[in-house]
C-alpha cells in the first residue's frame, strides 16, 4: 500500500505561482514513478506531468510545458510541482498518483495509487 497526501494547493492570482507536495508513505519511494493529474468541474481528469524513479525522465502535457515543473526528493519522499505563468484555466483540483510499472504513462488508469487532491484556485 502507498499512502498520498498533496499539499500546497490555494488561491492565487493569475500570472502567479505556486509548488504543490505530494508526500508518499507505505512503499519504498524511488521504486515508483509518479504522476500529476488534475480536475477542473464538470471535466475529465486529464495528465499534468510524470516523472521517473529516478527523476532523470520528465513528461509534460502540451498545456503546461515550459510553465510547470516536475521533481522529486527521494530521500524525502516527496514529488513536487512547481507551477509559475498560471492562467485562470489551471484552475482544478490536483492529484499525484503512483505508478509501479515506472514508464511516465499520460492516462490516469495506469497509476495504481492517488491522493485525495488540492485545490488550485488562479483568478483573474
Known amino acids: 500500500q502507498v499512502q498520498l497526501v498533496e499539499s500546497g494547493g490555494g488561491l492565487v492570482q493569475a500570472g502567479g505561482s505556486l509548488r504543490l507536495s505530494c508526500a508518499a508513505s507505505?512503499?519504498?519511494?524511488?521504486?515508483?514513478?509518479m504522476g500529476w493529474f488534475r480536475q477542473a468541474p464538470g471535466k475529465e481528469r486529464e495528465f499534468v506531468a510524470a516523472?521517473?524513479?529516478?527523476?532523470?525522465?520528465?513528461r509534460y502535457a502540451d498545456s503546461v510545458k515550459g510553465r510547470f515543473t516536475i521533481s522529486r526528493d527521494n530521500a524525502k519522499n516527496t514529488v513536487y510541482l512547481q507551477m509559475n505563468s498560471l492562467k485562470p484555466e489551471d484552475t482544478a483540483v490536483y492529484y499525484c498518483?503512483?505508478?509501479?510499472?515506472?514508464?511516465?504513462?499520460?492516462?490516469?488508469?495506469?497509476?495504481?495509487?492517488w491522493g485525495q487532491g488540492t485545490q488550485v484556485t488562479v483568478s483573474s
Open positions: 498518483a503512483a505508478d509501479f510499472d515506472g514508464a511516465n504513462k499520460d492516462y490516469s488508469s495506469a497509476y495504481e495509487y
Open positions: 507505505g512503499r519504498t519511494f524511488s521504486s515508483y514513478a
Open positions: 516523472i521517473s524513479r529516478s527523476g532523470g525522465r520528465t
